[in-house]
């Protein structure tokens, strides 16, 4: 295209400058790229068009003069080119064509919008182009005068207008959707927020620049309620999660917080913000507004603003719903089901040089007991507090419990010394002032990878036993903690299901009058079958069934069956036997067990007296009131009453003498010190005391004659031991009995 095909237009152009400053690329202008071989049409083109301006936007030119130059500049500024005039015939025959199909397949760019102009109109025909090509003009050079060339330009620029439009509108609604569809992310907020400045100014028309502003330090996890900047678009994006003073604009500050507080939309004087308002959940939308709205576009916003208010309101309950399930209400720290989160995330599960702690502060139900609930809450809040104050950023805190807190973070500042030294000082809570000790449980992350809930399952295992740790107060966790913990609870399981499966036994030792040998009484004792032959030891499986709470159960089936033996004893002449069985702390814990005994023995139609409850001087120091109250009841009923192992336990003589007793039991390991011709001191004394008691005195573990012998001497009055019998099934029992009888006949 030549000057003379701009004669008919009567343009005089002034001499300009053959290489012209081009302007970089900019959103303020219309960018026309012009891609033509010949130089004389750029110059021409430009001239031509120098002085256009549509929506208040000048045209900026770039230049192309090959298909291969056009390619370039459209990778990298596709996006912000509106107008391409492109030459067909330039390099190649078909260059022009490649290059529509660069921008349109390879790059995925369909707003630019394409006038195809060609010398050589029989090169690519219109026709085909037309129908094969998305372009929206295709012209020979002959036919583009000024004014039709301006008026092609300026159909093209409306048309990019309307498909960006269209274009924003879609990425705008898109952002909404991906934002509602991931309510639960950590960013739903913003990404909402950031939709509504989109989707408003696609709506009319504008470039997308604005904030979304509200009360939301909760959202924020801030403690006061002041304005913040929840979303944003353009270059108000980096005020994201900011206070809205720190904005650059006094004026926008100021109408956000206007509108907040008068409750309804500001247009005035180059400001526009809109006001959002669904069942107390508000917001401000800045938008940065360059036109007047026309009562069309008022109309479109006021249904937008009411539907996308709703919107605003889910977002919201959402937040506060996740805000529930993964925040502490109390301290605003992470809770329980986000520590275990953080403990999954690759960055501490891989990292080897990280520790994770547990720490429990003591007796903290006395301060919420003696003080209050509000200053237990008080000092929660001060432990949170004083833990991120003295530990950076890095360092992740979490209250998982009640009293527990738990920290993860390098292991040269999450410690049991850095800890300790958290809780050196004491704790302001409210009026009081508080001293608070902890229990710390530390897990080294090491090279093992485990998921969360092993590695806080390991750390509570360190807590546990640092509970038990009499020299310090706190425990790094050991792979054989868990598998000693691990044996325990299976051994529980088994135990369970062995009872439940009636595979325990209750086996019967003898006991004998130390003079004549005759039988006077008989021991219950618990066997577990292991299933191969042999029994689990109960030191072993007993302490489980008391920590488990099996005991209660497994003590109810023992006096049961205690009761069906005195029946069964009965009914083949052996009236004078009596049935001794030991109780245990958890049983006299049941409220129900003064009545689970009594009917026992009605069940059975037993006399009381045939049945002997043995306790252990440890049952009776954990908790002597209830036990003295339930054998008292019990011994008014006609139960007997014996203390076993008397002599280990280091009792108060001010209990002793308020327990209705009937026997004192020599505990076995005073009785295995006896030896010919020494004394012992400790037996002698209980026996004496018994004595002075008035209640009948009996000797465990007696395996030698000379220990039997010496008992006599002392005055004791009954034994059992290897020496008479071993502990057997009920059937052998039956025989042994048999056999003394037919012995003393």
């Known amino acids: 295209m030549s000057s003379a095909d701009y004669e008919n237009d009567e343009l005089i152009f002034q001499e300009e400058d053959p290489h012209p400053e081009v302007k970089p690329v900019s959103h303020k202008v219309w960018n026309v790229l012009i891609a033509d071989d010949d130089e004389e049409i750029h110059t021409v083109t430009r001239l031509a068009l120098s002085d256009v301006t549509f929506a208040d936007r000048r045209l900026n030119f770039l230049?192309?003069?090959?298909?291969e130059q056009a390619c370039a500049l459209l990778k990298e500024h596709g996006r912000d080119i509106a107008i391409i005039l492109l030459d067909v015939v330039m390099e190649t025959d078909d260059a022009g064509l490649m290059v529509v199909e660069y921008l349109r397949d390879k790059l995925d760019l369909h707003e630019p919008r394409i006038i195809l102009r060609t010398g050589q109109p029989g090169y690519a025909p219109e026709e085909d182009v037309i129908r094969n090509y998305d372009i929206n003009d295709y012209k020979t050079k002959t036919e583009l005068t000024r004014g039709k060339l301006l008026t092609t330009v300026l159909a093209s620029i409306r048309s990019y207008q309307q498909i960006?439009?269209?274009?924003?509108?879609?990425?705008g609604l898109q952002k909404?959707?991906?934002?509602?569809?991931?309510?639960?992310?950590?960013?739903?907020?913003?990404?909402?927020c950031e939709g509504i400045v989109t989707q408003i100014s696609s709506l009319l028309g504008l470039e997308a620049e604005g904030v979304v502003c509200a009360r939301a330090g909760s959202v924020l996890d801030r403690d006061d309620n002041g304005v913040y900047v929840l979303g944003a678009a353009g270059h108000f994006a980096s005020y994201i999660n900011q206070p809205v003073e720190t904005i650059d604009n006094g004026g926008i500050v100021e109408n956000i917080n206007r509108s907040l507080r008068i409750k309804r939309h500001i247009v005035e004087d180059g400001i526009t913000v809109l006001y959002l308002n669904s069942s107390g959940f508000e917001a401000a939308v800045y938008i940065n507004m360059d036109k007047e709205l026309s009562r069309v576009d008022r109309q479109l916003l006021e249904v937008f603003l009411s539907s996308i208010s709703v919107g605003y309101e889910n977002v919201n309950l959402f937040h506060e719903l996740r805000t529930a399930a993964f925040r502490d209400w109390l301290t605003r720290l992470p809770n329980r089901n986000e520590f275990i989160n953080m403990l999954?995330?690759?960055?501490?599960?891989e990292d080897p040089s990280l520790c994770v702690a547990v720490v429990d502060i003591n007796?903290?139900?006395?301060?919420?007991?003696g003080l209050g609930q509000e200053a237990g809450n008080a000092l929660l809040r001060a432990v949170a507090k004083r833990l991120d104050s003295n530990y950076p950023e890095i360092v992740r805190k979490s209250r998982i419990g009640g009293d527990v807190f738990g920290l993860i973070g390098p292991e040269m500042l999450v410690n049991a010394q850095s800890i300790n030294a958290v809780f050196a000082t004491s704790f302001k809570a409210g009026d009081?002032?508080?001293?608070?000790?902890?229990t710390i449980g530390l897990y080294k992350m090491g090279a093992e990878q485990?998921?969360?809930m092993d590695i806080l399952k390991r750390t509570n295992i360190a807590l546990n036993r640092a509970k038990k740790n009499i020299s310090d107060n706190f425990e790094v966790y050991q792979p054989e903690f868990e598998k000693r913990t691990t044996r325990q609870l299976a051994m529980i399981r088994r135990l369970r299901a062995d009872f439940h499966a009636r595979k325990l036994q209750l086996w019967f030792q003898p006991q004998v009058d130390l003079v004549s040998e005759n039988v006077i009484g008989v021991e219950g004792l618990l066997r577990w079958p292991d299933g191969d032959g042999g029994y689990i030891s109960p030191a072993e499986f007993v302490p489980l069934a008391e920590y488990s709470g099996l005991i209660v159960d497994i003590g109810e089936w023992v006096l049961e069956e205690s009761c069906h033996r005195i029946k069964q004893l009965d009914e083949l002449g052996y009236s004078q036997v009596r049935v001794a069985v030991n109780v245990s702390i958890p049983q006299f814990r049941d409220r129900h067990f003064v009545d689970k005994v009594k009917r026992a023995l009605s069940d059975k139609q037993c006399a009381p007296q045939r049945l002997e409850l043995e306790i252990t001087e440890s049952v009776v120091m954990d908790e002597p009131q209830i036990v003295i109250d339930a054998l008292t009841t019990l011994k008014e009923h006609g139960v007997a009453i014996a203390i076993d192992d008397f002599g280990t336990g280091f009792s108060s003589m001010s209990y002793l003498q308020k327990l209705p007793l009937d026997r004192l039991k020599v505990?076995?390991?005073?009785?295995?010190?006896i030896r010919a011709g020494d004394e012992a001191i400790i037996a002698e004394t209980i026996v004496t005391l018994g004595n002075k008691l008035g209640l009948i005195t009996i000797a465990e573990g007696v395996e030698k004659r000379e220990q039997a012998s010496f008992m006599i001497k002392l005055g004791c009055d009954e034994a059992q031991g290897f020496l008479f019998a071993k502990p057997m099934p009920f059937e052998d029992l039956l025989h042994y009995l048999e056999s003394k009888q037919q012995h003393v006949d």
């Open 164 to 171: 960006l439009t269209i274009s924003q509108s879609r990425l």
């Open 363 to 369: 007796h903290f139900s006395d301060i919420n007991d």
């Open 432 to 438: 009081h002032t508080l001293p608070v000790s902890v």
């Open 450 to 452: 485990s998921v969360g």
């Open 176 to 192: 909404i959707i991906t934002s509602a569809s991931n309510l639960l992310e950590e960013h739903s907020v913003k990404g909402f």
């Open 344 to 349: 999954d995330r690759p960055s501490v599960r």
């Open 667 to 673: 505990d076995r390991s005073f009785v295995k010190d």
């Open 63 to 67: 230049h192309a003069y090959s298909g």
